[in-house]
């Protein structure tokens, strides 16, 4: 064994000094910080199929359990990368949330894989109040939800708590926009808080919330163990709702450029081949696996293929598109989007309008990097920025339109709130 | 006027928390309150009104505290520690063995650092010994199995207890392996042959 090693290491070191398209040969360790969930999917293939090795990078997943851990570890350099919630390095950029540190998106993870789950026994007093029979869509399920609201306060009950992930995340922008939607504010008619994505089923069948948003597979599960009910997924809401980002430090990305557009090229292939629904059993068992999602590899492969169940009583729905990992400019960092994110941090209080943030939120999307890397291919879209929800199959659920120029006036379209709540002062840093 | 600061340490693992309140409460600081459970630890903290809370990094309900903080609108609002970034070694010393805190705006740098200083170096005290004893059970473990191979050396080839040993350590540096390795592939062995 160690003649045939000795062999290799002579033929490498012959004296003759390597060009510098062989010296970059070398196998660049990038470490990667992930949370599990369906949408790190595209890290976990290129780091399991060869995608990562092709280009030359070994990529070093490490799991973790909070966000506000991803966030700390990259920032004090304990990952290179990180898989994080698209809504991170807009806070970050506007210096919001503990320990803003500065982040960019040069690659989005993909679109779809959110879902709003009540309580079966909340959404069965919605049945009985609104007469609905299952099929309804999302927006008939919010107002329903809205009616029974409305009858819990007559009675002097509780109100309906709520649960999301992280206070920056599309689950919470996605969640009150589809309750805004039905007429129900979320701060007011509702209470809205944090548990972490594995507890859901267990918090909701203890009764400690009433429904919760987040990611795959957590919703399907909550079926499955017959607690929850689904009432919409991120397609009813706005499908190109952005979801997952590859974060990075603007420090290592300038000091790595060839590493980074490497990483981009070898997430890129990943994603495309995620897209196949051929690969989808393949990626499901992978997925499955303990140091990964650990959990069944059967359910995940439902998830992948947008089959589930929404109701314990069997009903089914399947979302084709439940989880879009490259097709349609799924990885494209859109600026319009990161000003979409911005805009809802607006709506809800976090932050305040002024057009000198929304150009700090909007850099924090660098699709420059994301072109560098792969160039121009025609299906990269050729703007950085765009008119979001304007294209019929991809609007969001109560017909406005996000114009990224005129943010006041889209602000200012909404019912709820009637006006955008003051954000706090935020600490200097 | 310096007032004692109020320290709240929300750790499920309650032994670690115990520690890290005897070190605080040796250091001087008396106004320590441990919580284990994440069960109403927003009330907690409302009443406790807490200058610093450490926490475990492992928790995933560190997510829940970066909400509640986000919501707390008042003056007391509580900050990761990582906002002053002038001391980055001692914060990747304390990230790296699984400590976090959270500071109230405002607080002295000089009088957070040696609570912080503190809770890492009990972390990782605390995880050494948990290493230690992971190490004193496989240590015994191996011990076990090469009293084992010993017995069936013994038995089978007539040897001393000596001599068996003797021939399990010559082998061991002949195929340079750990002693426990080869007693573990003659157990194996006998197994499989019926010795």
């Not at chain 1, 306060?153 to 039905?182: C, F, M, Q, V």
């Not at chain 1, 706005?238 to 997430?267: C, D, H, Y």
Request: net charge negative.
């Amino acid at each position: 064994m160690s003649f045939i090693r000795t062999g290799i290491e002579r033929s490498q070191g012959n004296g003759i000094a390597a060009p510098a398209a062989i010296r970059s040969e070398r196998t660049r360790l990038v470490r990667a910080g992930f949370i599990p969930l369906v949408d790190a999917s595209v890290l976990i293939a290129a780091s399991e199929f060869g995608f990562a090795a092709r280009e030359g990078i070994q990529l070093d997943l490490v799991k973790d359990v909070s966000w506000a851990n991803i966030r700390d570890r990259l920032a004090f350099r304990q990952f290179d990368i990180a898989h994080m919630l698209a809504p991170m390095p807009v806070a970050s950029a506007l210096g919001l949330g503990s320990n803003p540190s500065p982040v960019i998106a040069p690659f989005s993870l993909g679109r779809g894989g959110n879902a709003i789950t009540l309580s079966v026994q909340l959404y069965r007093r919605m049945q009985a109040k609104a007469e609905l029979d299952g099929r309804e869509d999302a927006l008939t399920n919010a107002r329903a939800l809205k009616l029974v609201i409305d009858d819990m306060r007559s009675k002097g009950e509780d109100l309906p708590i709520l649960g999301i992930t992280y206070p920056y995340s599309s689950h919470n922008y996605e969640l009150r926009y589809w309750l805004a939607a039905g007429g129900i504010h979320p701060d007011h008619d509702v209470k809205l808080i944090v548990v972490p994505p594995p507890m859901t089923s267990d918090a909701l069948s203890a009764g400690v919330i009433d429904g919760f948003c987040v990611g795959a597979p957590w919703n399907m599960l909550a079926v499955e163990r017959e607690v929850g009910r689904i009432v919409a997924v991120k397609e009813d809401i706005w499908p190109s709702s952005p979801e997952k980002i590859v974060g990075t430090r603007p420090e290592w990305a300038e000091q790595n450029p060839e590493t980074l557009s490497r990483l981009i090229v070898a997430l890129d292939r990943a994603a495309e081949w995620c897209d196949g629904h051929e690969n989808r059993r393949e990626l499901a068992q992978v997925l499955a696996a303990p140091r990964y999602i650990d959990a069944s590899a059967g359910i995940l492969h439902r998830v992948l293929l947008g089959k589930f169940t929404t109701d314990p009583d069997g009903a089914e729905r399947t979302v084709p598109e439940y989880f879009s990992f490259h097709r349609g400019a799924a990885n494209f960092p859109w600026i319009s989007q990161a000003q979409w994110i911005f805009s809802q941090m607006v709506r809800w209080g976090q932050a305040t309008y002024d057009p000198r943030t929304s150009r700090q939120a909007a850099a924090a999307f660098r699709p420059d990097l994301y072109r560098k890397a792969l160039g121009s291919r025609l299906d990269i879209p050729s703007n950085d920025s765009r008119v979001e929800g304007g294209a019929t199959d991809d609007g969001f659920i109560d017909g406005t339109v996000f114009n990224p120029l005129d943010i006041s006036a889209y602000l200012a379209e909404f019912d709820i709130p009637t006006q955008v709540p003051k954000a706090p002062e935020q600490t200097v840093v | 006027m310096k007032t004692a600061l109020s320290i709240m340490i929300f750790d499920e693992n309650r032994i670690r928390a115990s520690i890290i309140e005897e070190g605080l409460r040796e250091a001087g600081h008396d106004r320590v309150v441990v919580i284990h459970d994440i069960v109403g630890l927003a009330r907690q903290i409302e009443v406790i009104s807490p200058d610093v809370i450490v926490i475990d990094i492992e928790t995933p309900n560190r997510d829940m505290l970066e909400h509640l903080f986000q919501l707390t609108r008042s003056v007391r609002k509580p900050i990761a520690m990582f906002v002053d970034r002038s001391d980055s070694s001692s914060i990747e010393a304390a990230v790296e063995a699984g400590v976090s805190a959270y500071v109230v705006d405002g607080l002295k740098k000089e009088r957070v650092k040696p609570i912080l200083d503190m809770a890492v170096s009990r972390f990782k005290a605390f995880s050494r010994l948990q290493q230690e004893l992971a190490d004193a059970k496989s240590a015994l473990e191996e011990r076990k199995i090469i009293e084992r191979a010993k017995g069936i050396l013994m038995k089978s080839r007539k040897l001393s207890e000596d001599e068996a040993y003797a021939l399990l350590r010559q082998t061991a540096m002949n195929e340079k392996k750990k002693l426990a390795d080869i007693a573990q592939s003659v157990v194996m062995a006998a197994s499989i042959l019926g010795g």
